[in-house]
């Protein structure tokens, strides 16, 4: 049988997840129970106190991580939400080729990246772009999540049929190598172009992303666990860390109030910095 929470255990747990991921909770007690109740009398534990003592005391990242990937979901697949890949293509790239100046860098974030599905169909999409150019440029893509577990997924690169289910069959053949039973590893070429570190949302923007600002940043599917005003926050901070002329995308169930912002408008979940 499940653990049952307390009221004062569950404010504890939902302070937690508040404070130090952004994560709102309030509204989601039997979720809670549902997903943590199970495993936390599985291990032994006799309360929700003593499991949050073991979380907030683990200092080598695993109970955060389980906690994490308990209470909110990784799902993911390749070109999900197909808008911001045509968009991409079709606008975004054509734009950045011509302004980029002699550099050929072009600087692109995939912040909350759960196990690389966005940033690969994002570096197949630059591949096909750039055909025989591709070589003159950096296209490196910066993948980042807070689930140690998940990037150690996207850096395997191993994936299922289902989840490929939205990419064109020849992108198939070209950047997987399938290994059986409905299995599919992303090619060595497409893995190296995307660079993948632990980062948590909540934390300031690193100094190096202001004096190195983004192109591109996609943020989807993850600010539908945060508050509003945690949300505004976090979009002012990515906003700081985005070129002039450089774009926001935000997944299309977590729109942001335009008032709140300075990005312009361009589209359902495509925003931009003015030039
Ligand atoms: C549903 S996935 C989004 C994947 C992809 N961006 C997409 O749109 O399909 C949500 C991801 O957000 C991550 N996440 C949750 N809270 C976070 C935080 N505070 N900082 C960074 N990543 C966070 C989770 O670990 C999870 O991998």
Redesign the pocket.
């Known amino acids: 049988m499940a653990l049952e929470i307390t009221d004062a255990e569950f404010q504890r747990l939902v302070k937690y997840m508040y404070d130090n991921?952004?994560?709102n909770l309030t509204a989601k007690k039997v979720l809670v129970q549902g997903r943590l109740g199970n495993m936390l009398n599985e291990r032994g534990f006799k309360s929700y106190n003593e499991y949050l003592d073991t979380v907030m005391a683990d200092k080598s990242g695993a109970e955060v991580t389980t906690i994490?990937?308990k209470l909110?979901?990784?799902?993911?697949?390749f070109m999900?939400?197909p808008e911001h890949y045509t968009f991409l293509k079709d606008t975004i790239l054509p734009y950045m080729k011509q302004s980029c100046g002699g550099d050929h860098i072009l600087r692109i974030w995939?912040?909350?990246?759960?196990?690389g599905?966005?940033c690969y169909t994002t570096a197949m999409l630059m591949d096909q772009f750039f055909g025989n150019e591709k070589g003159m440029w950096d296209t490196r893509i910066l993948a980042?999540?807070?689930?140690q577990n998940?990037i150690e997924k996207a850096k395997r690169g191993v994936y299922s049929d289902e989840s490929m289910k939205g990419l064109p069959n020849e992108w198939k053949t070209r950047y997987f190598n399938d290994l059986g039973n409905g299995k599919y590893e992303i090619c060595k070429g497409i893995k190296d172009e995307v660079i993948y570190k632990t980062?948590?949302?909540?934390d300031p923007m690193p100094d190096k992303y202001k004096h190195k600002p983004f192109d591109l940043i996609?943020?989807?599917?993850?600010m539908i666990?945060f508050d509003a005003p945690t949300k505004q926050a976090l979009v002012n901070r990515f906003y700081d860390v985005v070129k002039p002329g450089g774009y926001f995308f935000t997944?299309h169930a977590e729109s942001i109030n335009r008032a709140d912002t300075k990005f312009e408008y361009i589209q359902p979940a495509i925003y931009r910095r003015s030039v």
């Open positions: 991921f952004g994560i994490l990937n909110t979901t990784n799902h993911t697949y999900r939400e995939s912040a909350a990246c759960s196990s599905e966005e980042t999540d807070i689930s998940v980062f948590n949302l909540m996609f943020c989807r599917n993850v666990y997944g």
